[in-house]
């Protein structure tokens, strides 16, 4: 990485897990026995933010732009507590190289030196407004599901309902509950963004996938260090547009579609930011932008707005 100096591995702080997490979402106990292997990939989010995208990426990365991969069945969300045990069970028994997904703040993720960690974020109200879709979208079976689910941790938390149908409505819940009716958003963000210095963790953002896809896939699979067909690359870029994901949704969403109302293309909506702008007040606009700051400071509450701000030598531009 240019302007980058190397730190011998034995002097670098790494994360030392703080807690488990055990609700009706996480089970972050799963990670204590996943036995990590030296080419593992993590991507990690709060949710919304452009997790299956940057699956699809790294997807086509690893299997050089294969036409039926089947990233939403092949790269679980480990700490999830719906799917059955076997999900956790089939990922361990990959023999390819492994790229798994996770949505729990760092201090509850039992943390590797070994594998490489995708941070991926998004504006708080670009995630919000994905998420309602997500939310509202939900096959009834799944709330049932949900609440008897024998999976459950002790502590779980807000049942999940249908959501009211006004979105701006959702955010202001979403926004005095820290997450609600999910999880904590602010400190996901922080507790990552404390670790961006670290030699295995690449930083990207929802918006700067949407400006420059081909950079930033490049970026990616440098850090990946998974050299660039120049031959494939047109066709491997395609297979992780926005278009081409939804044309085959069904490969792209977890478990085919089925827990969502209109299958896989409802999972894969729209995969536009502002749309809160029109809806929201000034005041509300305001109230989130003073919140950010001062949940996650200035570098980084710009970062999440923006894509834009991480210093030189942290992983933020490709070598």
């Known amino acids: 990485m240019l302007g980058e100096t190397a730190v ?20 972050s106990r799963v990670w204590d026995d996943f036995a990590v292997r030296d080419d593992d990939i993590v991507i ?20 050089d732009g294969r036409e039926d991969l089947a990233v939403g069945d092949m790269s679980p969300w480990l700490d999830f507590v719906v799917p059955p045990v076997e999900v956790i069970e089939a990922a361990k028994a990959q023999s390819h190289r492994r790229f798994v997904k996770t949505h729990l703040p760092l201090d509850a993720l039992t943390y590797s030196p070994k594998a490489k960690y995708i941070y991926v974020g998004r504006d708080g109200r670009d995630v919000v407004w994905s998420m309602h879709n997500h939310h509202a979208n939900f096959i009834p079976g799944f ?28 955010f202001r819940e979403w926004f005095a509950g820290d997450g609600y009716p999910w999880w904590p958003f602010w400190e996901n963000i922080r507790t990552w963004w404390a670790a961006r210095s670290l ?9 700067s996938l949407k400006a420059d896809l081909s950079g930033e896939m490049r970026r990616i699979a440098s850090f990946l260090d998974i ?9 491997i870029v395609e297979h992780c547009t926005f278009d081409y994901m939804k044309a085959h949704a069904d490969l792209a969403a977890p478990g085919a579609g089925a827990f969502w109302e209109g299958g896989a293309t409802t999972f894969i909506h729209k995969g536009t930011n502002g749309r809160w702008r029109d809806l929201l007040t000034a005041e509300e606009i305001a109230a989130y932008e003073q919140r950010a700051r001062v949940e996650l400071g200035e570098e980084c509450a710009h970062w999440l707005a923006t894509g834009e701000g991480l210093a030189p030598g942290r992983r933020d531009r490709a070598a």
Request: proline share 14%; hydrophobic share 35%; glycine share 6%.
């Open 227 to 235: 050299p660039v067909d120049e031959a494939r690359w047109p066709a």
């Open 143 to 170: 709330y049932a599901h949900f609440k008897t689910n024998p999976r459950r941790g002790p502590d779980p938390g807000p049942e999940l309902e249908p959501p009211t149908p006004d979105v701006a409505q959702y």
């Open 8 to 27: 011998p591995t034995d002097a670098i702080q790494w994360p030392v897990k703080q807690r488990d997490i055990h609700n009706s979402i996480f089970d």
């Open 44 to 63: 990690a989010t709060w949710g919304k933010a452009g997790t299956t995208w940057t699956q699809q990426i790294v997807g086509q990365l690893v299997f």
């Open 199 to 207: 030699p295995n963790i690449l930083f990207v953002h929802f918006a």
